[in-house]
């Protein structure tokens, strides 16, 4: 098996279930054209977003790591015209460009793009009281992954889902005697959501244009 093949079978699947509209391939268009890193989830895994929320009928959402938008946009199509949904960027470029993608994808009503550290504007989200969101993304800087799931937990309800992205990073995962803080941010992370009682999770391995990576699912039981 081959990245090639991979890539390949992503792209087939993608044309066929995940197209892209104008404002999606803009998206990533303006996303490279400002400099931004070519880190969006794949297709794919923006329906898989999108899909998830349908089904949970989620009205909120929160992601932590914007980027140009990409996975923003995936997901706040799947909200009601009166949904919320708060994405955090720490990068004030990534922000803006994001801001422009969003409002060409007509989805600036919904979402706000907060500027800052996350673990600024988690608590700051918190004192506003702003919350519970139905759906948590985090793809942000993995070596906070524990931080986010524990945010998670503080702003959302029973029910609520959390996703977390690139939790396999070609097999790193198991290193434990790593000191990648990406990879040891994730470890700590899975032994987190294990011990945790409020939650239920399950992580998948996958493969495709992003090669070979992963990302752990969880329901906020308590
Ligand atoms: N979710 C996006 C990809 C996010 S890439 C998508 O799939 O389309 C990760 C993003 O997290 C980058 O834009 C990076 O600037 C941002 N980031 C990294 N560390 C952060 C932090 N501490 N607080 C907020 N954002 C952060
Ligand atoms: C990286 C970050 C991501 O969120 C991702 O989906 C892929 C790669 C990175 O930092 O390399
Ligand atoms: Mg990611």
Known sequence: MTQDQWTAVDRYFTDLLAPADEALAATLADSTAAGLPEIAVAPNQGKLLNLLISMLGARSALEIGTLGGYSTIWMARALPADGRMISLEHNPTHADVARANLARAGLDKIVEVRTGSALDSLPQLEA??????????????????????????????????????????????????????????????????????????TA??????????????????A
């Open 128 to 201: 506003e009281g702003a919350g519970p969101f139905d759906f948590v993304f985090i793809d942000a800087d993995k070596v906070n992954n524990p931080n986010y799931v524990e945010w998670a937990l503080r702003l959302s309800r029973p029910g609520s889902v959390i996703v977390v992205d690139n939790v396999v990073r070609g097999g790193a995962v198991l290193d434990a005697e790593t000191d990648d803080p990406s990879v040891t941010g994730t470890r700590a992370m899975f032994e987190l959501v294990s011990r945790e009682p409020r939650l239920d999770a």
């Open 204 to 221: 998948l391995q996958t493969v495709g244009m992003k090669g070979y990576d992963g990302l752990l699912v969880a329901r906020v039981v």
